[in-house]
Nanobody, 117 residues
Framework: QVHLVESGGGLVQAGGSLRLSCAAS????????MAWYRQAPGKQRELVAR???????NYAESVKGRFTISRDNAKSTVSLQMNSLQPEDTAVYYC???????????WGQGTQVTVSS
């Protein structure tokens, strides 16, 4: 069982930066991939960035070149560095982990990111 807790959200002006962190209560080594999703008001939840166990990453087109995902298996943490933030990045950001051995998705409670223009 893995419990995910996000932190680092907040209010920032356009062009600013934030760093989100996701701390897992258990080991994330068993998780095939870790990811950050976001959901803006009235919109579906969307994938922002994903990182595999081996460190391979992929990003939504809208955040490529601005966001960077990283994971530290030893510390059981996943981070999302967000630079050049824009108002359209405003959303609740969720940490996600997938355990392929039991086909189970873990979700954090979410952290609000608000970018003012």
């Amino acid at each position: 069982q893995v419990h995910l807790v996000e932190s680092g959200g907040g209010l920032v002006q356009a062009g600013g930066s934030l760093r989100l962190s996701c701390a897992a209560s258990g080991s994330i080594r068993s998780l095939n991939a870790m990811a950050w999703y976001r959901q803006a008001p009235g919109k579906q939840r969307e994938l922002v960035a994903r990182i595999s166990t081996g460190g391979s990453t992929n990003y939504a087109e809208s955040v490529k070149g601005r966001f960077t995902i990283s994971r530290d298996n030893a510390k059981s943490t996943v981070s999302l560095q967000m630079n050049s933030l824009q108002p359209e990045d405003t959303a609740v950001y969720y940490c996600h982990g997938f355990d392929g051995s039991i086909m189970f998705n873990y979700w954090g409670q979410g952290t609000q990111v608000t970018v003012s223009s």
